[in-house]
């Protein structure tokens, strides 16, 4: 599968940002999805993972309740919500996708495939 997002830009602090990754190929639904950041000089980190069905989410305690994972399988695209941005949220955001439908969680390397990657600056 290859993922593109897209949606990045800059916004003030306390503004929104939409990501969007969309998915080529087949079964997209059979994969779940995860979005991750990295800020320059460091390592990538979780941002929200969501099982193929859609049914389950995850998020690290530094986005919970400001970000929200979601997926349209007839679009095969899922989103981030990202709300109440923060100086801090600046990074370069990756969609990821790992061929086990059911796993939510954080560890990169349980993620097969990753998009390109899109900038979100936050401007304070």
């Known amino acids: 599968v290859q993922l593109q997002a897209s949606g990045g830009g800059l916004v003030q602090a306390g503004g929104s940002l939409r990501l969007s990754c969309a998915a080529s190929?087949?079964?997209?639904?059979?994969?779940?999805l995860a979005w991750f950041r990295q800020a320059p000089g460091k390592v990538r980190v979780f941002v929200a993972a969501?099982?193929?069905?859609?049914?389950?989410?995850n998020y690290p305690d530094s986005v919970r309740g400001r970000f929200t994972i979601s997926r349209d399988n007839a679009k095969n695209t899922v989103y981030l919500q990202m709300n109440s941005l923060k100086p801090e949220d600046t990074a370069v955001y990756y969609c990821?996708?790992?061929?086990?439908?059911?796993?939510?969680?954080?560890?990169?390397?349980?993620?097969?495939?990753w998009g390109q990657g899109t900038q979100v600056t936050v401007s304070s």
């Open positions: 969501i099982t193929g069905s859609g049914d389950n989410t």
């Open positions: 190929g087949s079964s997209f639904s059979t994969y779940a």
């Open positions: 990821a996708a790992s061929r086990n439908g059911y796993y939510y969680g954080a560890l990169t390397r349980s993620y097969d495939y």
